[in-house]
């Protein structure tokens, strides 16, 4: 019964797709003289891009040629994943060897909150993209929030005097099924630019994870099972006016509506010193509904050749529930039931972010070819957080917890070229930031504090081909705000989970030298890195007395570290090419006081590769295959052990590219991470993760559209004014 109602539903879905496509067909052959006129200028555009580079190396990033990419893929998330060096899951994107990431949008930086980049990257429609540029050395003109990269992404615009669109369609089969369906539509008239995107997701997944708690005079296994459902809607509006030739605003605006629900089981076996034991079953409900708004207002005003002024306002906005109910029974080891219903409780979860940044950046050329830029920035964040616990028989606590952070900034960097081939970089940037918790329980003191970031980069271009480099950084690595949530959350009555209201912010400091070369095949960038940073923020496990694991967030070490890496791309053939990216990296962590770590000094190894193949001249048919193997990765509370996943997907475009269709594998080798955290009283917990299963998913996408033509205005003293003239 289950397998017919997959297939009943994937049909259903796929029906109405191919109706949709199928009426597109039908318009597109009404306009059968437009196409064919059109056919042959689209062949010669195919058969420049074939030429083109899908990867281009600058001074500080590399560029990839979405276009060559983007075919049988509904959103820009999806896109990533075939993006050297970024790194995308369910519910987070990296970049490798940072540990933040900001997001441009056409080179204007979104001020939001991190757990909110996921939603806004899965909010673009895929056919949007054209560039994807992967900036690796930051300044102070963007922020001073750690050792991050930035992903700018390049909108497509749609033709002058245009109006048309996309419509996209993805099914996924796993062990169950899930579908993805966007529609994208643009308009283009004169001076005037709009992109609506809409979109619904539904995910079905399941998966299981085991752990092993190991105490002083007990042991815990446990194998947990988890089926879990997403149902999420998702619109995106972007509108551009260019007002004159100097001047352009912007105004954009997304939101999603996700209802997310999961339930599962967790059978805990207890092994104590007399050989006795004890069995738990439980199984727990969660409901988890989240809305999230964003929206900006971009102003661009050239004032001359010299001068250029640039505003942007975002506002963020996020709502999130959770709804969490958890029943229990005890067993003995011969299975017979001791107690019914030990343990229950119903846990409610009100948490609401939101907040405005602005940003107002200044650029100037000077004389003698200096070019100075200054800015402002400021963020003012607020959130509430309400916890509340009812048919309980655990020792628990309801909990209210106010969270204000504010944030002003000021930057000014000077560049200059010396010599033609010497390029200078001097700057820094100046942050305070002021912050204030209330709890029911627990007040936390205003706790503000200010510091200047330097930003310093020499580098040499030589042979017109290579460039070598130093520059140095300082950063700040805020708390995030969960991170200071007093609450204690339970999942169950032996695992919880808190945060600190007293976390300080982690400063960091890094000097790097890199060095690359461009050469007819491809490019290569060699990197060496030294940083030091203090108050890392780490989750601490600790026993409680009553046998709980607690895990707590804590500035827990001051840590050293050296890293090595390279980055080499290179056509092999002109089918074929390849991408490498690899890092080394030495850990010399020292604990703060109070605290005990397992792990010292450290190495750990990570290495990505990714190939792309183009199977004919006119670029229609490509793949790629993506592996990355990551050494055994630790930290003084965690180590997490070695771990390598492989995906591959083909690409074929129909119709002189408007039909999309895409065919991948994720996970083709299945993957179970496993790890072990280390308490601070010399317990540990070993676990295992089953949730990483392999799926193939099969995307549709079709294109349309058509020009606007203007009719000619014919006027009375035409004929007039054509005597006159001669004509």
């Known amino acids: ?26 318009y597109a052959q009404e306009k059968r003289e437009e196409v064919a006129v059109s056919d042959s200028i689209l062949l010669q555009e195919v058969m420049v891009k074939a030429d083109k580079k899908l990867i281009t190396l600058k001074s500080d990033r590399y560029v990839v040629d979405a276009t060559q990419i983007r075919n049988g893929k509904n959103t820009l998330k999806e896109v990533l994943r075939d993006v050297p060096g970024v790194i995308v899951n369910k519910e987070n994107v990296s970049i490798i060897g940072k540990g933040g990431l900001k997001v441009m949008i056409n080179g204007r930086l979104k001020q939001i909150p991190d757990n909110q980049i996921s939603n806004l990257l899965s909010s673009y429609s895929a056919s949007e993209i054209k560039k994807i540029e992967v900036i690796y050395h930051t300044g102070a003109e963007y922020d001073a929030s ?19 669109g996309d419509v996209s369609n993805s099914f996924t089969v796993s062990d169950n099924v899930s579908n993805e369906t966007g529609l994208n539509l643009k308009y283009n008239r004169k001076r005037f630019t709009s992109v609506l995107s809409v979109g619904y997701n ?44 100097r001047s352009v605003i912007s105004v954009d605006a997304s939101f999603s509506d996700n209802h997310g629900r999961n339930h599962g089981t967790d059978h805990i076996f207890s092994h104590l010193l007399d050989a006795s034991g004890e069995k738990q079953l439980s199984t727990f409900r969660q409901k988890q509904p989240q809305r999230n708004w964003n929206a900006s207002v971009y102003i661009d005003r050239k004032w001359s050749d010299k001068a250029n002024s640039q505003l942007i306002v975002d506002y963020y906005n996020q709502r999130k529930e959770v709804d969490y109910r958890f029943t229990s029974d005890l067993y003995d080891a011969l299975d017979n039931i001791l107690v019914e219903d030990n343990y229950h409780f119903l846990n409610q979860e009100w948490r609401h972010m939101r907040g405005v940044s602005f940003a107002f950046d200044q650029s100037f050329h000077l004389p003698s070819q200096y070019m100075l830029k200054m800015g402002t920035k400021g963020s003012f964040s607020s959130i ?24 002003l900034a000021a930057y000014v960097v000077l560049t200059h070229t010396f010599f033609g081939c010497l390029d200078m970089r001097l700057g820094g940037r100046y942050e305070y930031t002021f912050t204030q918790g209330v709890s029911d329980y627990v007040q936390k003191e205003d706790d503000n504090y200010g510091r200047l970031f330097p930003d310093m980069r020499l580098s040499y271009r030589f042979r017109e081909t290579n460039q070598l480099e130093l520059a140095y950084i300082g950063s700040i690595i805020r708390p995030w705000m969960s991170y200071l949530n007093p609450f204690r959350l339970y999942s169950s009555p032996y695992v919880a989970r808190e945060g600190t209201p007293t976390l300080r912010p982690s400063y960091f400091n890094k000097v790097e030298l890199s060095y690359q070369k461009s050469f007819s095949k491809g490019f290569a960038r060699l990197n060496a890195a030294y940083s030091a940073s203090n108050d890392q923020i780490a989750e601490v496990l600790k026993m409680t007395a009553d046998g709980t694991s607690l895990y707590k967030w804590e500035n827990a070490y001051e840590q050293k570290s050296l890293q090595l890496g390279y980055m080499l791309n ?70 997490l052990d070695a771990y390598g996943f492989l995906r591959g997907g083909l690409n074929y475009s129909l119709l002189d590219g408007k039909l999309g269709v895409g065919l991948y594998m994720y996970n083709i080798i299945p993957i179970s ?25 099969l995307s549709l996408s079709y294109s349309f559209g058509k020009q606007i033509r203007e009719k000619a205005k014919v006027h009375s003293s035409t004929g007039v004014t054509g005597r006159f003239s001669g004509k």
């Open 570 to 639: 290179w056509s092999l053939f002109r089918w074929m090419k390849a991408t490498l990216i690899g890092s080394f990296t030495h850990n010399d962590p020292k604990m703060i006081k109070g605290f005990e770590g397992r792990v010292n000094k450290n190495t750990q190894y990570s290495q990505m590769m990714q190939l792309s193949f183009i199977f004919d001249k006119q670029q229609r048919f490509t793949g790629s295959l993506f592996g990355s193997v990551v050494t055994p990765r630790k930290t003084p509370f965690e180590k």
């Open 146 to 164: 750690g050792n991050f990269g930035i992903l700018n992404i390049i909108l497509d615009k749609p033709k002058e005097n245009f109006v048309g």
């Open 202 to 245: 539904h995910v079905n997944e399941y998966g299981w994870q085991t752990n092993e708690y190991y105490y002083t005079n007990i042991r815990r296994d446990s194998r947990s099972e988890t089926w879990d459902k997403q149902r999420e809607w998702r619109a995106h509006l972007g509108m551009d006016y260019t007002l004159d030739s």
């Open 384 to 407: 509430v957080n309400e916890s509340m616990y009812d048919y309980t028989n655990m020792d628990t606590q309801d909990n209210h917890f106010d969270y204000d952070e504010d944030c």
């Open 673 to 697: 991470p496993t790890g072990t955290y280390y308490s601070n009283d010399g317990m540990t917990t070993r676990y295992k993760d089953h949730t990483f299963r392999t799926s193939v998913s």
């Open 1 to 26: 019964s289950m397998c017919k109602y997959i297939i009943r539903v994937a049909m259903k879905h796929l029906i109405v797709f191919l109706l949709c496509c199928c009426s597109l067909l039908v």
